[in-house]
């Protein structure tokens, strides 16, 4: 079951944490970009898995960067790095469609359900549940993560946590001189559109395999859901069959 309570969230085990630690060792000092990070939550999570990693948290709404300064105090978490931008294919001004709202007979929970759609394309209300609202459109900056990783002197990113519904692979777009330097990237595919102009599932996969990615995890409830995918650049096939597929042949026997 979801955790509903914030503090509960962030000190539980990211779901990724065991698919993650076959790829890199705790003690690693990675690079992470966590894009569309909302709280912080994931950040957070992935900076107990590796204390000594580099973490650029995106996040383009004000009242969501407040929390994630919050947190990152609260949690001692200073190897974790704000940066107050939307990411896109462009660099310059853009539409943030801001979302909110609250399913009925949640009020006790510790946690905002509508501040998380929030999307730089503009919503379909007829696919997307009543509670959630997108009463206001606010102006945001944007960067490309080809600009942003060259400002740093990043040339190689080991794992990417991408949560922008709907606006991928304009962040892929952004990204295409630096993809081959990605090593591994995590994000949410879904088979029913909820923005428009949304890529659906399949265009995502094309897009991946088209740019030497493995996909290696797809977790789907209903026609939403996240799939992980692996550089092959970094990562062969032996070593994807022996570290993932062999696991998943294995646990489908034991279901």
Known sequence: MPKYNREEYILEDSPLKKDLLKLFRSEDEINILD??????????????????????????????????????????????????????????????????????????????????????????????PKWLLFKEKIQVETTTLETFLTSKSVNEIDFVHMDVQGAELQVLCGAMNFLKNFKSIWLEVTDLALYKEQPIRNEIESFMKANGFDLVKTQMTGPFGDQFYLNKRFFNDFFIFRKFRLCEKFNQLLR
């Open 35 to 128: 894009i569309g990070g909302c709280e912080g939550e994931e950040s957070l999570r992935y900076s107990r898995i590796f204390p000594f990693s580099k973490i650029f948290i995106f996040e383009p709404l004000p009242n969501n960067q407040k929390i994630i300064i919050e947190n990152i105090q609260k949690y001692c978490a200073d190897r974790i790095e704000l940066v107050a931008k939307a990411v896109s294919d462009f660099n310059g001004v853009t539409d943030l469609y801001v979302s909110s709202g609250q399913p009925e007979g949640t009020e006790q929970f510790d946690w905002d359900f509508g501040n998380k759609s929030s999307s730089l394309l503009k919503p379909m209300a007829d696919n997307n």
